[in-house]
T-cell receptor
Framework: DSGVTQTPKHLITATGQRVTLRCSPR?????VYWYQQSLDQGLQFLIH???????AKGNILERFSAQQFPDLHSELNLSSLELGDSALYFC????????????FGQGTRLTVV | LAKTTQPISMDSYEGQEVNITCSHN???????ITWYQQFPSQGPRFIIQ???TKVTNEVASLFIPADRKSSTLSLPRVSLSDTAVYYC???????????FGKGTRLSVIA
């Protein structure tokens, strides 16, 4: 158990819908990262928050947004879902920035039908 | 961002030592080298990190030559449970995103 909690574990939704994925980082970790992993794309970095502030953005679509709340949990919002958005979405946390050891959650498997 | 190059896949028999090499020719002075392991449908797990020379922990060793343009992850006496994808990452402790490449798929055979 990494200490990072992601909910829900599985999500099935229809195209065009909107979903919210939630991540609770390890106690004391200030950084939260979101990644998308699909079969043919590998692990794609989406976004990094540190203590509530956005620090880096990767290949995150405009239909996707994220935030980190004062209690340090984070949410990833995916809207106007397309079939190609089906993937495993991982959240990771670390005590400091990207160079410090990151702990990954078990992921949310999103299936868009 | 320093680009990394790793073999796509490797096979090994149980009990053998496995060495996975990663090239990072444009590594910057402040960059560290970090390796992660990922099992199917699970999040990656930190294995080891180093800056130069050799680092060893309970699961692996990391060898980094003086020029730091490459690094080698060494897994002693692998078992079937070491079958996974291994990622080499290069970055500093600042805001450079933790970017994963394609990794090396290690298959351990009985």
């Amino acid at each position: 158990d990494s200490g990072v909690t992601q909910t829900p574990k599985h999500l099935i939704t229809a195209t065009g819908q909107r979903v919210t994925l939630r991540c609770s980082p390890r106690s004391g970790d200030l950084s939260v990262y979101w990644y998308q992993q699909s079969l043919d794309q590998g692990l794609q970095f989406l976004i990094h928050y540190y203590n509530g502030e956005e620090r880096a953005k990767g290949n995150i679509l405009e239909r996707f947004s994220a935030q980190q709340f004062p209690d340090l949990h984070s949410e990833l919002n995916l809207s106007s879902l397309e079939l190609g958005d089906s993937a495993l979405y991982f959240c990771a946390s670390s005590v400091g920035g990207p160079g410090t050891e990151a702990f990954f959650g078990q992921g949310t498997r999103l299936t868009v039908v | 961002l320093a680009k990394t190059t790793q073999p796509i896949s490797m096979d090994s028999y149980e009990g053998q030592e496995v060495n996975i090499t990663c090239s990072h020719n444009n590594i910057a002075t402040n960059d560290y080298i970090t390796w992660y392991q990922q099992f199917p449908s699970q999040g990656p797990r930190f294995i080891i990190q180093g800056y130069k020379t050799k680092v060893t922990n309970e699961v692996a060793s990391l060898f980094i030559p003086a020029d730091r343009k490459s690094s080698t992850l060494s897994l002693p006496r692998v078992s079937l449970s070491d079958t996974a994808v291994y990622y080499c990452l290069v970055g500093d402790y600042g805001n450079t995103p933790l970017v994963f490449g394609k990794g090396t798929r290690l298959s351990v055979i009985a």
